[in-house]
């Protein structure tokens, strides 16, 4: 079973606005990360946040994590067309093995 | 630096027949990984390795053998194809393991007739 799952699965907003979206989680972690799927091609990492970090800034995208509510959301402030992709979590499988394990996704569409 | 590769880009097979998905880095990264991604869904994770000669199963590794002979070069065999094993594939890498950013290659989209 998958550790993240995404919420919204898909979101559509008009460009300028803000798109939120959330990843819950299911076990204790080290770290989350935040990566962007153009279609049809590889992934591409964002951010990375750590468990003992609360929020975390890069360009326009903000993160949070709440690791006692076991969820974390991406904020994308003023979007573009170009920020249309699939959003993806992925954390740590919160034993002691190296997986990394991604969410659903979540498909962000940004019409101009 | 080429970063991740893999290939081929897209591969049609039929039931029964084996291959080898090819993936290399030159970012000597210790870390490297296999992602399985069906339509509409995230990534599975198939097999893992954190350094040569270290190997181990991820989430769906049925069907699927992996070596790690070089830092370089992570391969992974399908034994018998299935269509179920219909997939895009995408191999990644790290300079170790789950707590830093990993980088992925282009993907290997493979159709299992």
């Known amino acids: 079973s998958q550790q993240g799952e995404e919420d919204p699965q898909a979101l559509s907003i008009q460009e300028g606005e803000n798109a939120t979206m959330n990843c819950s989680y299911k076990?204790?972690?080290?770290?989350l990360q935040w990566y962007r799927q153009n279609s049809g091609r590889g992934l591409v990492h964002l951010i990375l946040?750590?468990?003992?970090?609360r929020e975390k800034h890069s360009g326009r995208l903000r993160v949070t994590l709440d690791t006692s509510k076991k969820s974390s959301s991406l904020l994308i402030t003023a979007s573009r067309a170009a920020d249309t992709a699939s959003y993806f979590c992925?954390?740590?499988?919160?034993?002691?093995?190296?997986?990394?394990?991604f969410g659903s996704g979540t498909r962000l569409l940004v019409r101009p | 630096n080429a970063g991740v590769t893999q290939t081929p880009k897209f591969q049609v097979l039929k039931t029964g027949q084996s291959m080898t998905l090819q993936c290399a880095q030159d970012m000597n990264h210790e870390y490297m990984s296999w992602y399985r991604q069906d339509p509409g869904m995230g990534l599975r994770l198939i097999h893992y390795?954190?350094?040569?000669?270290?190997?181990d199963q991820g989430e769906v590794p049925n069907g699927y053998n992996v070596s790690r002979s070089t830092t370089e070069d992570f391969p992974l065999r399908l034994l018998s194809a299935a269509p179920s094993q219909t997939s895009v594939y995408f191999c990644?890498?790290?300079?170790f393991g789950t707590g830093l950013e990993q980088f992925f290659g282009p993907g290997t989209r493979l159709t299992v007739l």
């Open positions: 390795s954190v350094g040569a000669g270290i190997t």
């Open positions: 076990t204790s972690i080290n770290n």
């Open positions: 990644a890498s790290s300079y």
């Open positions: 992925a954390t740590d499988a919160g034993d002691s093995s190296y997986k990394l394990i």
């Open positions: 946040i750590r468990s003992n970090e």
